[in-house]
């Protein structure tokens, strides 16, 4: 499966390795850059990025002058800084990027907005794959080694969810929230039974996780 | 009341005064010069009379003369006076009386004297003089009249003229004084709108006043305190510039080690991760409180310091003060593979030697960050100047004056990768500060960069 590649151009290590390692549990393909110059250099040899996260204060090139480069190879652009004044996040949207995130930020928000700039895109993967279950988003379809197995609408949006976030612990409240909707009154109760259900009719029970206090992860 | 209209008040008040003092005192004077003039005439006329007729009758009247005769001769010679103001009697015989008044009823007269009254006759003033003449046994009263009606009218339109006159000084000098008061304390009304305008923040204005007087002095003294007000006015502007200025530096230098320790957290709590990924975490959030530790600590001395104005200097020996920076920097320089050379040409120095002692470590290190291994770091102290230089990567010229910012990095990615908070030049011009001197950087691109410490006070 071809996996969505993302270009992390970000000067402080630290910052850089812990986008890495979720963009990369999460199921992406992520490439760590430290240096504005460099983030050019590499995408006019390799133009084949989903997506660019850029650092707004860069040494060699700063991230809006990075932009045109992202822009001209077709790679959108979600800026990641610590430069909250209202100035820099005009100019970054004015310009052309499809997000903007202020450091300190949550690792969940950067999944999320992630995942709806390469949806806006077209670049979704339209393919999940976990093991050997395969989840197709268009035909709204599971296999598990080739056949075809029967989920009700929420099972599959449940799934859809943990698989997306992959390796990544949900709450119980978030994926109420995301998969039963905003207005849903429900209890977490429901996410449990439904869980349960995923569990048994695709022999997830090890890789859907329950972790204490957090909710589930699924891992793969 | 405005001062103004007070100033004038009493002003015309007194010229009120003044005037009507003066008219009464004239009025008095004429009128009673007048009248003595009347009195004083009438009396020597009627003296005058009465000693001819006095003479004529002594002549003709003798003792065996009769009494009929005598009157007649006595009628006679008031006639011959012809003076129609004239009036003989003969105790109530009235000899002669031209006129319609009886002078006896208002001047009963005493023998031997010469007296006189002012009487008011049927609306008339009239001035009666009279005297007593014997003549033979027989007393006589002769009078005479003046009509004085014109003296006392005459003063009475005098009184009326000097009240015109007076009202009409009183109404000319009431419009200069107007005038001139208004004039004199047009200053006044000048430095109260200006007073206004400061008042209302407008710091910039002065008053323009040419008078020398006391308001010209108030208006300078107003000058020197709105210049007071201003300069400190833009003290605290420019200080509150710097503050936010600091704040958003250090918002901006908070963030950076925050991201990295919530990434790390979040991360450690969601996220699938290997024993070995999990440590290095955990390693790299103890890394960024470390960083911040040391961020606040640096912060609290920079602050410490800003706050004390002056600290207590002692006199001391330089080669006290080189001895401790050495043995302070000689592991950090030996990690580096860089070496230290000082050429110590001074004797003594008024310091506080720890914190010298910091400012310098804070200088060798930036040197030695700035330095290749193997190169040299020369510390040269020298009449009142210790200067530290290094043959490191220079700094560029359009850095050289924020330096001494908070947070201001020449390279921000080399400076993070080195450890620093962007700190030391803030602290080591704080220190310079209190100890009198002054931080100088002299550098160029690929040559080194030489810090001078200033001492301005040292010969």
Known sequence: ?220 | MKLWIKVSLVAVIMVAAAVSICNLFLLVGAGRSNLNYAINSTVSAQKTNAAYWMNAMAEEIKAETGAATARSLARYFVAQLADENIVLNAGTDSIYNATCIEPADYLPLAEGKRQYIIADVAGKSMLMVGSQIAIQGTIYSLYMMQDVTSIYADITEMAYRFSWISFAIMFIAGLVELLLVRKLLKPIKTLKENTSLIAAGVYDRRIRIAEQDEIGELAEDFNSMADAVERRVEELKEEAARRTLFMSALTHELKTPMTSIKGNAQTLLVTRMEEEEREQALMQIDADCTRVEKLSQKLMHLIVLKQSGEIALKEQKTSELFAMVEAACQTQLKNRGLSLTIRNQMDTLSMDLDLLCALLLNLIDNAGKASAPGQTIEILAASNVISVTDWGGGIPESALPQLTQPFYRVDKARSRKQGGIGLGLALAEEIARLHRARLAFESEVGKGTTVKVVFENEA
């Open chain 1, 1 to 220: 499966m071809a996996r969505n590649r993302i270009l992390v151009v970000e000067d402080d290590e630290a910052i850089s390795r812990i986008i890495t390692k979720n963009l990369i549990s999460t199921g992406y393909a992520a490439v760590p850059v430290y240096d504005g110059c460099k983030a050019a250099e590499l995408v006019q040899m390799d133009a084949d990025f989903d997506l660019a996260l850029l650092d707004v204060m860069l040494p060699g090139m700063d991230g809006f002058a990075l932009l045109a480069y992202m822009k001209h190879h077709g790679i959108p652009v979600i800026y990641l800084t610590a430069k909250s004044d209202i100035d820099s996040k005009l100019q970054g949207l004015r310009d052309g990027a499809e997000d903007y995130i202020v450091k300190p930020f949550e690792v969940l928000e950067l999944l999320v907005r992630i995942e709806k700039v390469l949806e806006r895109t077209g670049k979704m993967q339209q393919t999940l794959e976990i093991g050997d279950i395969t989840i197709n988003l268009m035909e709204r379809s599971v296999r598990k080694n080739g056949a075809e197995i029967l989920l009700k609408p929420m099972e599959f949006n449940l799934l859809v969810m943990l698989a997306k976030n992959k390796n990544i612990a949900l709450s119980r409240e978030r994926l109420l929230h995301g998969v039963w909707g905003v207005d849903y009154a429900g209890e977490t109760r429901t996410v449990d039974v439904h869980v349960g259900q995923l569990r048994k009719k695709l022999g997830l029970t090890e890789k859907i996780k329950t972790i204490s206090k957090m909710g589930y992860r699924l891992e793969d």
